[in-house]
């Protein structure tokens, strides 16, 4: 039993790192991005494992208001995006209060989950849209998926 407690202390010590991201490129937000954290993550570019889930906490100041705001996510595999499931779709209600008011500096958090299981180097691109299907926040992050 004691064994058993150990493994999954270090599983949750292992699981919890976060890392802010430094080296990403902005891709036409209409917002101030101040802080982009990836978890579990520990370095740039962030090492992802299949079918692990990742979440994204975005803290941002918008520069004008938006009534609503959507969630999506793309993995970019040699130039060819690939739609991932985000998590929720809707921003709304899950860290992020709606309207969303210019000027007022929020965090919203997204989460995604690796689904493809083989390695290879990818650009991860993250979006919160409008009900204009306008980009609010728009990045793009270098990752590599490998093997467990």
């Known amino acids: 039993m004691l064994k058993l407690v150990v493994v999954f202390a270090i599983y949750c010590v292992a699981t919890s790192f ?3 991201l430094t080296r990403y490129i ?7 991005i ?7 993550c520990n370095s740039e570019p962030c090492i992802i494992h299949p079918l692990q889930d990742y979440t994204t906490h975005v803290t941002f100041t918008p520069r004008i ?3 609503s705001a959507y969630n999506f996510a793309t993995g970019i595999i040699a130039g060819v995006p690939t739609p991932v499931n985000a998590s929720p779709i809707n921003a709304c ?19 995604v989950q690796c689904p493809i299981v083989k390695p290879l180097r990818l650009a991860a691109k993250s979006e ?6 306008e980009d609010i926040i728009c990045f793009v992050f270098p990752a590599m998926i490998v093997k467990y």
């Open 34 to 40: 101040h802080s982009i954290v990836l978890e579990p």
């Open 18 to 20: 976060a890392v802010t």
């Open 93 to 111: 209600g899950n860290g992020l209060t709606c309207p969303i008011q210019a000027g007022l500096q929020q965090t919203y958090t997204a989460t």
């Open 26 to 32: 902005d891709c036409g937000s209409k917002a101030e």
């Open 65 to 67: 208001t938006h009534q």
């Open 128 to 133: 919160l849209k409008d009900e204009n299907n």
